[in-house]
């Protein structure tokens, strides 16, 4: 087997595409009717530093073989991270006798022919990045220094992290198909404790993205660290009632992962959404428009096919409040009597168009009410909708921050929430895989003081 130390990868594409070839021939020679293998390498590195000085230096190198062989349709799995030859036959043998023991599942199998991938786009996903441990603990070191420089009233850190990872990885079936990948992702952190007399705020700011030149500067990180953590101090209670809500965009992703939740295949075939039965119809007022784009350069969720080789379509998934379509992987389209959306692995990259300008804006629009900047707990229950979080932000009035606030509890239910959305900012959230900016909704309870 060929090896390759490009970017620190021990295996070439090439070496690996010949190991899943090999499992996929050594599989069929011992009886399994199809078959498909993953194979992945990853290398990272983490640098902390807290105080000023280094805490931790991580290094951290992995590969691994996933098996998933069938007997008709009866499943079977097996994992190794031994890529020797041996070690590899038997991960096949180990696989194929899990399935002999696995009841039939009518549903089981490999994705139809049809729907797999036949091209491969660059999408810019691979940037890696030549950062020594020296580069990364300067970078560090000034990053939390300048969280630490914004104000006399910074008691402590909780530090500053600079990591950096590639990954690659071959998918492959017995269906003939066989699919490529190759990634990085880098990322820029810090985290500063506040405190005024006995009263004490946390805080943090980060920044991740595939290629290092994309990363917001380390300073600026580490003073938005800091700004945050001291405009928490002074924070209090407001009085119980029904208000306008406002969600920092860091936030509001959230509240559109919900809807991917209860909208994916496994919530629906076990009745435990609490949007059965709303393809085609309104989950959200009728100014939200959102994009599953797989193609977006450098995206954090992008791909030309899922985890099971299916190609990935763009599309709208929601037009004017309306789902238009489930998240779908094989398994649970089969389950549902549909075909594979190409989501197996998880949504693609969302993007939720504005409707309103910038944060600004979003606070005149919000005019007076909360707007949350953390949310507490997991109360959030995705059968029935109901949702229940502890939260802190800022008390708005005319559209102007008034103070801090913390220790309240905001309430609804989500097909309200949902319902409810009145403004959608262009202070787009451009770190993870859903881009959106900030989102206000028309009224939820508020529990305070």
């Not at 909780?158 to 690659?168: F, I, M, P, R, Y």
């Not at 009085?239 to 496994?266: C, E, F």
């Amino acid at each position: 087997m060929t090896t390759s130390t490009e970017s620190g990868f021990s295996y070439s594409q090439a070496a690996l595409r010949e190991l899943v070839e090999n499992v996929l021939a050594d599989a069929k020679r011992q009886g399994a009717t199809s078959c498909d293998v993953d194979v992945s390498e990853g290398v990272g590195q983490n640098v902390s530093v807290r105080l000023g000085e280094v805490e931790t230096i991580e290094y951290n190198r992995d590969k691994g073989v996933g098996v998933t062989v069938y007997l008709g349709q009866r499943k079977g799995h097996a994992s190794t991270s031994d890529f020797s030859p041996q070690a590899l036959s038997q991960t096949v043998s180990a696989a194929l006798a899990i399935a002999r023991y696995t009841a039939e599942d009518d549903c089981a199998g490999l994705a139809d022919p049809d729907m797999l991938a036949t091209q491969f786009p660059d999408l810019d996903l691979y940037h890696p990045w030549d950062c020594s441990v020296e580069e990364a603990i300067a970078l560090a070191q000034r990053c939390e220094a300048a969280a630490r420089a914004v104000d006399s009233r910074i008691s402590n850190s909780e530090g500053a992290t600079v990591s950096s990872h590639v990954g690659q990885s071959v998918y492959a079936n017995s269906h003939g198909f066989i699919g490529p990948g190759i990634s990085s992702r880098h990322s820029i952190s810090a985290a500063v404790i506040a405190q005024e007399g006995d009263a004490m705020q946390r805080d943090y700011w980060y920044s991740v993205a595939r290629a290092a030149s994309d990363l917001e500067d380390a300073v600026a990180i580490g003073r938005q660290a800091g700004e945050r953590a001291i405009a928490r101090l002074g924070a209090r209670r407001i009085k119980t009632g029904d208000y306008r809500v406002l969600y920092d965009p860091s936030l509001a992703g959230g509240l559109i992962g919900h809807m991917i939740s209860a909208a994916s295949g496994g919530s629906l075939y076990r009745k435990a959404s609490f949007l059965l039965d709303s393809l085609g119809k309104p989950v959200f007022s009728s100014i939200v428009n959102i994009t599953e784009d797989p193609f977006l350069p450098r995206g954090m969720a992008s791909s030309a096919f899922d985890a099971e080789g299916v190609a990935c379509v763009q599309r709208e998934l929601v037009s004017d409040g309306v789902l238009n379509g489930w998240l779908l992987g094989s398994y649970s389209a089969r389950k549902l009597g549909m075909r594979s959306t190409g989501n197996a692995g998880g949504a693609h990259n969302l993007l939720v168009r504005p409707t309103a300008g910038d944060f600004g804006d979003m606070l005149k629009q919000l005019g007076t009410g909360l707007y949350v900047t953390e949310l507490l707990g997991q109360g959030v229950n995705g059968i029935t909708g109901d949702y229940s979080r502890g939260a802190a932000g800022f008390w708005v009035e005319n559209g102007q921050i008034v103070h801090p606030v913390e220790e309240v509890t905001i309430a609804g239910n989500l097909k309200d929430i949902f319902m409810g959305i009145v403004a959608i900012g262009s202070d787009i959230e451009m770190r993870g895989s859903k881009r959106v900016g900030s989102i206000l909704v028309e009224k939820m309870m508020v529990a305070g003081a």
